[in-house]
């Protein structure tokens, strides 16, 4: 099978990800400081319309590759169908079940949860294969799995903000556990909430990083 070359849009996709959870998250956060939970649960499934269609899109990437190993026609990259699919069909799924999630009005902390687990592996792909220097670019590679892994582990308390103070007002039920519509320790959240949007930040920052090189050496020699 020849080397179909997708890379580089999978990493555009990546860079457009974490522009959404960001500019979603900041919305967000800003109409919940402002006690307006209507407005910041509508900016919340506007922001999650866009990653499921995101979701999606690198869903159907994901699932093809699994599928057939595109890949794999490059020399010395077997590996790589495993070490790049895996993980985008592991986000692909989390997307999509987040957006469910508050479509539905669903309590969204499984899907961070779920999310802990999947940051979990995400760091270990990225650990391993710069152990083995599976990639051309090792550093800019690992630095890339590092900080979408933890942007990933980092989903579970803005999952938790989200059902308690921007769904749970609303929604009965939505809540973990029953709590007031505002944080009684604000600072708390501040700095798990602005952990999490710099994680976003270095994910995209990273994901820029990996791409102009992907679209540099791939533009000048392509398959």
Partial sequence: MAFIDDLSLIVDLLILL???????????????????????????????AILGILGLAIGLFAV??????????????????????????????LLLAFTVAIWRRLPSHFVGMFSVVVGLGVLFYGVRAYQLNLTEQP???LLLYLAF?????????ATL?????????????????????????????????????AAVVLAGVAAVLYGINIVWGHLAAPP
């Fill in 161 to 197: 903000y989200v059902d308690w103070f921007v769904v749970g007002p609303q929604v009965p039920g939505a809540d973990p556990l029953p709590s007031g519509a505002t944080p009684n320790y604000p600072w708390i959240w501040r700095a798990l909430l602005g952990l999490f949007l």
């Fill in 149 to 157: 892994g933890g942007m990933a582990i980092l989903v579970y308390p």
């Fill in 139 to 141: 550093l800019e590679t």
């Fill in 18 to 48: 974490c522009a959404a959870v960001f500019y979603t998250g900041v919305l967000v956060w800003f109409e919940s400081h402002r006690k307006d939970p209507v407005r910041a649960y509508s900016h919340l499934r506007g922001g999650a």
């Fill in 64 to 93: 093809w590759g699994e599928l057939t190993w595109p890949i794999n026609g490059f020399p010395g990259a077997t590996s790589y169908d495993l070490f790049f699919f895996d993980a985008l069909f592991l986000l692909a799924l």
